[in-house]
């Protein structure tokens, strides 16, 4: 099978050779861990191909994410960075980036989250909605201008796109048509994540279909840096965590060093493979239920009920309540495999449901 490169050998190495093409990947760790650096990788090797690479940053500007990687000595002159930063400061902005603010997608952003109007600065609220907008068009116009598609896009990072979104419900039902989007433009994808609060099990990191964590942690005084591979669909990987470096030539990650680590720090990556098997369990199982409603709206039956069902297990699934959200997935697969088998519509709401035999009409 073909494999995409993440523009960092040893990476390539733990992934058995690189990444599957056409698929959502995420990139994980605390901040200052190497997650855009890792990002820009991806991005250099693509163009070093001739495959065209789209990004889009809400973290930082683009003249700093650019300026970021110069010691790189890449030629990213061809990268495409759409500017997603809040603008609440004013950010110096190169001709070669669109400004969200100039697009004609704005009116449509505006819908959605909102632009304000403070101080005479501009603030702008960029929704998942909004960037899905601004991919889309970009991707397309690309397409038709030049015949070329974009081959890798990155979006760094989505925690910072949530910080401008819905909370609950809707952000996650929100990024499971993001990630259904970025499918669909068949391109391979790098989301950028940080796992804000270590007891949330954030949507993307269950959609998605693989997961690259860097580690940071100081040694004495010396800061050490690790990368792991958390999950890969479709693919064996190395399940070890490796030694990582930073320096002017870029992201070394050596495939077959040893991580020293105190027991404290071994005994939380063995939690979290376990944790990662359970949710696996739950995840396969959402996700043949979310194909399934697909097709159930394709044939115009209404599923209401199992979406509901299924948002209680994503719920569930972010909690960590594996059993409950096992329980509540399995629910809305049985739901839904009735539905389709009998085609029958919903049960009716109770407030439209016939009166009882001999009830008054
Ligand atoms: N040329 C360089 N030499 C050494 N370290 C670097 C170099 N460039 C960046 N770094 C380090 O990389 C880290 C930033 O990585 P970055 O990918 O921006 O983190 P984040 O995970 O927050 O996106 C910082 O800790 C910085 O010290
Ligand atoms: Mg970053």
Do not use: C
Not at 52 to 70: F, I, R, S
Not at 99 to 126: K, N, P
Not at 317 to 334: F, G, I, P, T, V
């Amino acid at each position: 099978m073909d494999r995409v490169s993440t523009g960092v050998p040893g990476i390539d190495a733990m992934l058995g050779g690189g990444l599957i093409p056409a698929r959502p990947y995420v990139v994980s760790g605390p901040t200052g861990s190497g997650k855009t650096i890792l990002a820009m990788h991806f991005l250099a090797a693509g163009l070093a191909h001739g495959e065209a690479g789209l990004m889009v940053t809400l973290d930082e500007p683009p003249n700093e994410v650019k300026a970021n990687v110069t010691a790189f000595g890449w030629d990213l002159g061809r990268l495409k960075i759409l500017d997603a930063t809040p603008d609440v400061k004013a950010h110096k902005r190169q001709r070669s980036v669109i400004d969200v603010g100039t697009t004609l997608d704005v009116r449509d952003m505006e819908q959605v989250g909102e632009i304000r109007q403070s101080s005479g600065v501009r603030a702008l609220e960029v929704s998942i909605h909004g960037v899905q907008k601004m991919l889309k068009q970009e991707f397309f116009q690309r397409l038709e201008r030049n015949r070329e598609r974009y081959k890798r896009i990155v979006v760094d990072s989505l925690t910072a796109l949530k910080m401008f979104t819905m909370q609950g419900e809707d952000s996650r039902i929100m990024i499971q048509s993001f990630l259904r989007f970025l499918s669909e433009l068949e391109a391979t994808t790098v989301i950028v994540s940080e796992r804000l609060n270590p007891k949330i099990l954030e949507t993307e990191f269950f959609l998605s279909r693989g997961e690259i964590r860097f580690h940071k942690w100081l040694d004495g005084n010396v800061i050490r840096r690790a990368a792991s591979i958390e999950k890969f669909r479709g693919s064996s990987f190395d399940d070890r965590i490796r030694p990582m470096s930073i320096s002017n030539t870029g992201m070394i990650v050596d495939p077959q060093g040893a991580v020293a680590m105190t027991g404290g720090r071994l005994a939380r990556i063995g939690e979290a493979y376990l944790e990662q098997r359970l949710s696996e369990e739950v995840t396969t199982v959402i996700e043949g239920v979310l194909k399934g409603v697909e097709d159930a709206h394709r044939l115009h039956l209404s599923v209401a009920d199992v979406e509901h069902a299924l948002s209680r297990a994503m719920l569930q699934l972010q909690r960590r309540n594996y059993q409950k959200a096992l329980k509540a997935a399995l629910h809305a697969q049985s739901m839904l495999r009735d539905r389709l088998e009998k085609k029958s519509p919903p049960p009716p709401p109770p407030s439209v449901a016939p009166p009882p035999p001999g009830g008054k009409a």
